[in-house]
């Protein structure tokens, strides 16, 4: 498809880990990026991996990229309170020099 | 963040009226863009520059015209608001390829 798609929404219980799942269009891209939105603020850059890679882990944030099936996973470990917020997944196409966003993801924490 | 201001933060005015919005950035970065955010569509694209005079439309840019004079400076201007274009607009400089973008705290545009 032309779209970039996330699920809209996620609840995750303090502690445990939260999947946010994203897939992508063009097998061509070159990176793929993980935004964080907190309400009334903008666009945090939380992570990203190159193509050519399958995983990335930063701290809590683990990034799985299967390019076969165009998917893009953001895992974060002991998900806490402070995670809550709208996560964006964002695919730079080749010869494109905007990126091209999902509708986000809306994650909620719950004690 | 990323040395980039927008302003205003806010601001509401009447449909029919001109508005611009100002970007400024102090990373002396080549590629600045202009997204709109509204629910359900995530982040689309209404202009970007690629340097000082070099301008380039985006997926959504009926209705805006963009400027740049200078490369800390980059103006988004509505010339007759309409409602449709009531949303949170948002600066971002850096890109493409292994250059991130990053972004500003967004304007927040309401046009009654």
Same mark, same amino acid.
């Given at each position: 498809?032309?779209?970039?798609? /996330?699920?809209?929404?996620?609840?995750?219980?303090?502690?445990?880990?939260?999947?946010?799942?994203? &897939? *992508? &269009?063009?097998?061509?891209?070159?990176?793929?990026?993980?935004?964080?939105?907190?309400? %009334?603020?903008?666009? /945090?850059?939380? &992570?990203?991996?190159?193509?050519?890679?399958?995983?990335?882990?930063?701290?809590? +944030? &683990?990034?799985? +990229?299967?390019?076969?099936?165009?998917?893009?996973? +953001?895992?974060?470990?002991? =998900?806490?309170?402070?995670?809550?917020?709208?996560?964006? @997944?964002?695919? #730079?196409?080749?010869?494109?020099?905007?990126?091209?966003?999902?509708?986000?993801?809306?994650? =909620?924490?719950?004690? | 963040?990323?040395?980039?201001?927008?302003? $205003?933060?806010?601001?509401?005015?009447?449909?029919?009226?001109?508005?611009?919005?100002? @970007?400024?950035?102090?990373?002396?970065?080549?590629?600045? *863009?202009?997204?709109?955010? #509204? $629910?359900?569509?995530?982040?689309?694209?209404?202009?970007?520059?690629?340097?000082? !005079?070099?301008?380039? !439309?985006?997926?959504?840019?009926?209705? *805006?015209?963009?400027?740049?004079? !200078?490369?800390?400076?980059?103006?988004?201007?509505?010339?007759?608001?309409?409602?449709? /274009?009531?949303?949170?607009?948002? @600066?971002?400089? %850096?890109? $493409? #390829? #292994?250059?991130?973008?990053?972004?500003?705290?967004?304007?927040?545009?309401?046009?009654?």
């Amino acid at each position: 498809g032309e779209d970039v798609e /996330q699920s809209l929404f996620l609840s995750v219980r303090e502690g445990d880990s939260s999947v946010i799942n994203c &897939t *992508y &269009t063009d097998s061509s891209s070159t990176y793929l990026y993980w935004y964080k939105q907190e309400p %009334g603020a903008g666009l /945090q850059l939380l &992570t990203y991996i190159f193509s050519n890679m399958d995983m990335k882990q930063d701290q809590r +944030l &683990t990034v799985l +990229l299967n390019k076969k099936d165009k998917h893009l996973s +953001l895992r974060i470990a002991d =998900t806490q309170t402070g995670d809550s917020a709208i996560y964006f @997944c964002a695919e #730079d196409r080749p010869n494109d020099y905007k990126l091209s966003f999902g509708a986000g993801t809306t994650v =909620t924490v719950r004690a | 963040d990323a040395g980039i201001t927008q302003s $205003p933060r806010h601001k509401v005015t009447e449909t029919g009226t001109p508005v611009t919005l100002r @970007c400024h950035q102090t990373e002396n970065h080549r590629y600045m *863009y202009w997204y709109r955010q #509204d $629910p359900g569509h995530g982040l689309r694209l209404i202009h970007y520059s690629y340097g000082v !005079k070099d301008t380039d !439309k985006g997926e959504v840019s009926d209705g *805006y015209s963009v400027s740049r004079s !200078k490369t800390e400076d980059f103006l988004l201007t509505l010339e007759s608001a309409t409602s449709s /274009q009531t949303s949170v607009y948002f @600066c971002a400089i %850096g890109g $493409p #390829d #292994d250059q991130p973008q990053h972004f500003g705290d967004g304007t927040r545009l309401s046009i009654l």
